[in-house]
């Protein structure tokens, strides 16, 4: 491999590097946070009345509980790298399998609520910028400041009690139509200000003017001449707001009893189920470090600026 192409790739080995330290950051980080905890599992069961003294304490060495934290750390990390998340603690059952079941439904809510964003914001300010409409550069900054001034899982309780309790129209369980518009029109509101900004500095350029010159209709020199430029900011953007998506998302499946991550954590966390809680941080947070890697690799591939 010559110079040259060890100088592009250089880049890409740079973020992988980050990526794995990173990831290994964060297992520590979660094995510790889980550790400090009050209490465990065995504790939990002991309080519920289903262990005697003797069998709590049988049961921890038989978990392995009473290991030193760092052998306990190793030996976690090893099966973990295995795919081996090991058993609940409470209910018995392998942390694979129930991760396998959580994850479709939040995989589902983020992807709908993502898409939902995208096309709203990417609307909004393709249309503000081809109109020139007053109307649609309201809704640009209203979006903004929604984003900006609401927390979702507030608007979620106002949903809840707008929509499912005062109108009946959508049932408070179960249904993820509500969440998705609240968690969309957020994540569009961290969109919408930005791209407006780029799409109407590009509208300025040289090469548009001239094609607007050339006799080219308004929404033609937006699809061939402003959507390209909006590309690499879009995407840059993208990666900030599936980061904060995973979190909203996460606290309005514990607000409206969507079956994913979130609400697996949230009753692990309550059971001090150790296995279920280190899986379920460990799987979230490593996707987000992959999500901003890729992202950041495809803006150096889209956005020549960004090559060395």
């Known amino acids: 491999m010559n110079a040259a192409a060890l100088r592009r790739l250089a880049p890409v080995f740079l973020t992988?590097?980050?990526?794995?330290?990173?990831?290994a950051g964060i297992v520590i980080i979660v094995f510790l946070l889980?550790?400090?905890i009050p209490g465990d599992a065995v504790d939990v069961k002991g309080l519920e009345g289903d262990l005697?003294?003797?069998?709590?304490?049988a049961l921890r060495h038989e978990l392995g509980l009473d290991r030193p934290i760092p052998?306990?750390?190793?030996?976690?990390?090893?099966?973990?790298?295995?795919?081996?998340?090991?058993?609940?603690?409470?209910?018995?059952?392998?942390?694979?399998?129930?991760?396998?079941?959580?994850?479709?439904v939040t995989l589902l809510f983020t992807g709908l609520?993502?898409?939902f964003g995208l096309l709203l914001a990417g609307g909004i300010a393709i249309g503000a910028v081809t109109t020139g409409s007053g109307t649609l550069r309201a809704l640009v900054d209203l979006f903004n400041v929604w984003s900006i001034a609401l927390p979702t899982f507030c608007v979620g309780v106002v949903g809840i009690l707008v929509f499912s309790i005062w109108l009946h129209w959508l049932p408070v369980i179960g249904s993820m139509i509500l969440p998705v518009i609240i968690i969309g029109i957020d994540s569009a509101g961290l969109i919408?200000?930005?791209?407006?900004?780029?799409?109407?500095?590009?509208?300025?350029?040289?090469?548009?003017?001239?094609?607007?010159?050339?006799?080219?209709s308004r929404w033609r020199v937006t699809l061939r001449h402003l959507l390209p430029t909006?590309?690499?900011v879009t995407l840059a953007l993208s990666g900030l707001v599936l980061t904060s998506l995973v979190a909203g998302t996460l606290t309005l499946e514990v607000l409206f009893g969507l079956p994913g991550i979130g609400s697996l954590m949230l009753n692990a966390i309550q059971g001090r189920d150790y296995p279920v809680i280190q899986a379920t941080i460990v799987v979230v947070a490593v996707t987000l470090v992959v999500v901003n890697a890729a992202t950041d690799l495809l803006h150096r591939l889209i956005d020549p600026r960004m090559s060395p």
Do not use: C, N
Not at 198 to 213: F, K, P
């Open 192 to 216: 919408v200000k930005p791209l407006y900004e780029e799409l109407r500095e590009a509208a300025t350029s040289a090469h548009v003017r001239t094609a607007r010159a050339k006799g080219l």
């Open 52 to 57: 005697t003294t003797f069998q709590q304490i």
């Open 16 to 23: 992988l590097a980050r990526m794995v330290a990173q990831a």
């Open 71 to 104: 052998e306990q750390m190793a030996a976690w990390s090893w099966h973990a790298l295995q795919g081996d998340f090991g058993q609940s603690i409470r209910f018995g059952r392998p942390v694979s399998g129930m991760l396998a079941t959580a994850v479709p």
């Open 34 to 36: 889980a550790r400090l």
């Open 230 to 232: 909006a590309v690499p």
């Open 113 to 115: 609520s993502f898409a």
